[in-house]
């Protein structure tokens, strides 16, 4: 299945994401974030729990440590709530 497909052609396979790029632009990684988070809010949600615990093992980076600030206020289903509250009011145009 691919997430993105033109100049960053990523998928996702065998259980790895895979692209044709050595290294991505944050935009794009960001984008990247994003639709996964998307997937395992509205389709898989105890991989979502799974892939938090997973991350969360990473602490003292600082992506992981933005994670554990927000945990600690929330748990794992106020943080797919408030995704997807945040996703209802963007509004979602496609690019031209």
């Given amino acids: 299945m691919a997430f993105m497909r033109g100049k960053y052609y990523i998928w996702e396979g065998d259980d790895t994401i ?3 790029t050595k290294s991505l632009p944050l935009k ?3 984008a990247l974030v994003l639709m996964r988070m998307a997937e395992l809010v509205t389709i ?3 991989s979502f729990k799974s892939a938090l615990k997973t991350a969360l093992q990473y602490q003292g980076n600082f992506g992981c440590d933005a994670l554990c600030k927000l945990q600690k206020k929330v748990t794992a289903s106020k943080m797919v709530k408030l995704y997807i509250k945040i996703l209802k009011k963007t509004k979602l145009t496609k690019s031209k």
Avoid: G
Wanted: no cysteine.
């Fill in 18 to 20: 895979n692209n044709w």
């Fill in 28 to 30: 794009i990684f960001d």
């Fill in 44 to 46: 898989d949600k105890k």
